[in-house]
């Protein structure tokens, strides 16, 4: 081998052993490099780890606080009401009701519940009743935090919206969809969920059919017919002796159940259901209140019916006082439970009520709401309470405890449709309206 060749081998090694530490030192520096970032990652993770530990220990921590306070703390939620059965005597039935189902729903749908009480209240406990109304407005408008949810009337909630809870997001959506959209609207405002329906209400037509029977009439279809049964009948009962009967009883008082009664005469004058009403300003609208007023002058309308609202027409019509009574669906269950107390009983039926001509008649669809106080202390428990009382179980039964409408479609099927057409069968109930 001759000197050029060692030169050339010699290179040779020399490159190699300079490519094996560039390999080399290569391989250093990518551990160095995965090391360290490795050192780093898990140095994060670590103290993220760390952060969230004692993040959520705090949170436990806290939770197990509060619900070992819960524990030990007597919860009351409390519920203002104003009757939904006028004419009763007294609301305890209906109360006793609503507090039988609420302890039997609730060890199963309210977390701590042990240590929670129900106190309800009905403010209008007895026919002189107190004006619930004006309790209602003092409380909320001195933003009182006393009553956790109230009952209201479904054209109230635009009165009282700012002292009510927005029930959306709150309760189930679910349970929401199950009302019927036009009960459901009037617990709407400005887009805002601020009560549930708690049950729904039309005018209807009661009268004696004993007395009709005894003076062979039928029930009246019209407003004209109507006037000269009554002007017929009352003057052969005071030919008897009986100078206390009535004719036909509304609500004429100075308050939204007038508004209800007018609605119903204007809108039953019309020619038909596509009739556009410009309220006193029109023909019907005239010519039904000329109608009315006429009723007053001829004593169709006793001077004493000015001042009826629900309780006292409904008083008068239990003590065998009227002969036609135009009221709500739970005057039928009201007036048969006054019979039970009372002792005063007659054969009455049920009807839709007259119009200008056969077969045309209108009622005002009402009804009552359950709202939330935005000044309770509790409102997510009295959210999940008013979601119960106005839910399905709840208003099945009402309605067949107390006659009272659910605002649930599903509810018209089965076992309440059975109830209401057996009911007016065996309480000598007729023509009651189909929903």
Known sequence: MDIKDIKCEKNLLNKLFLIFLLILLSITLIIEFFSNNSKYSIHTKRQHIDEYTKNVDKINNNYIHKRGNNNNENITIKGLFGTSLPGITNATIEKELFEKLLEEWAPENLANYKSITFELTYANTSVQETDYEKILTQLLNGKSSKYDFF???CIWTGRYAEHLLNLQGKINSESVKKHNQINLNTCKHENKLKALPLFSDYGILLYRKDLLEKYKKRVPLTWDELENTTLYIIEKEKENGNKELEGFAGQFKSY???????????????????????????????????????FLDKSVISNEALIYDESHSLERWEKGNVLFLRNWPSSIQGTIKSFNITGISFPFGVAKLPGKKKGFSASTLGGWNIGVSKYSKKPFIAAKVVEFLSGEYVQKQRALNFGLLPTIKSLYYGNIYKFFFFYSLNHNVKNFLKI
């Open 151 to 153: 009952m209201i009337d």
């Open 256 to 294: 939204e159940g007038l508004t209800c009664n007018i609605y119903e005469w204007i809108y039953s004058y019309r020619d038909n259901l596509d009739t556009k009403i410009d309220y006193f300003n029109d023909k019907f609208s005239l010519t039904a209140l000329k109608k009315l007023i006429s």
